[in-house]
C-alpha cells in the first residue's frame, strides 16, 4: 500500500513549539528534535504493522483502522484513540489519559515524502520523512 516502507524523519515544522504546548520539557523537547525517528510502515488491508525507532527507543505495535488502542509518546505522555482513513490520509484521533485533551496526528504521502502532521490545543506541527 502507499504508506508502506521504511521513513526516515528529514525535517520539522513547528515541533519544538509543539512539544512545548504538550508539556514536554526544555531538555527533552532539545532531544526530540534531533532523535533521528525512523518509521517503517506495512499495511495488510485494515490493519498496520508500525516499528518507530529513534535516539531513544523501539516499539513495535499492530493497528486496526477504526480500532481504539492505546498507545504511550516517547516522553511517557499516554495516550488512547484510533486512526482511520479519510481519502489517502491516515488520520489519527487520541485523548491524553492525563487531561482528556485531545491531539490529531494525520499521515500523507506527498510527492515521495510522508507528512505526518500534529494538531493539539491550537498548535500545528508536521515532521517529515523520506523514503530511507
Request: charged content about 30%; overall charge neutral; cysteine-free.
Amino acid at each position: 500500500m502507499t504508506f508502506n516502507g521504511t521513513w526516515k524523519v528529514d525535517r520539522n515544522e513547528n515541533y519544538e513549539k509543539f512539544m512545548e504546548e504538550m508539556g514536554v520539557n526544555m531538555v527533552k523537547r532539545k532531544l526530540a528534535s534531533h532523535d533521528n525517528l525512523k518509521i517503517t510502515l506495512q499495511q495488510t488491508g485494515d490493519k498496520f504493522h508500525l516499528k518507530e525507532s529513534s535516539t531513544f527507543r523501539t516499539v513495535e505495535f499492530e493497528f486496526t483502522l477504526g480500532v481504539t488502542f492505546d498507545y504511550s509518546l516517547a516522553d511517557g505522555t499516554e495516550l488512547t484513540g484510533s486512526w482511520v482513513m479519510e481519502g489517502d490520509m491516515l488520520k489519527g484521533t487520541f485523548t491524553r489519559k492525563d487531561n482528556g485533551k485531545v491531539l490529531i496526528t494525520t499521515r500523507k504521502i506527498i510527492g515521495d515524502e510522508l507528512v505526518q502532521s500534529y494538531a493539539y490545543e491550537g498548535v500545528e506541527a508536521k515532521r517529515i520523512f523520506k523514503r530511507g
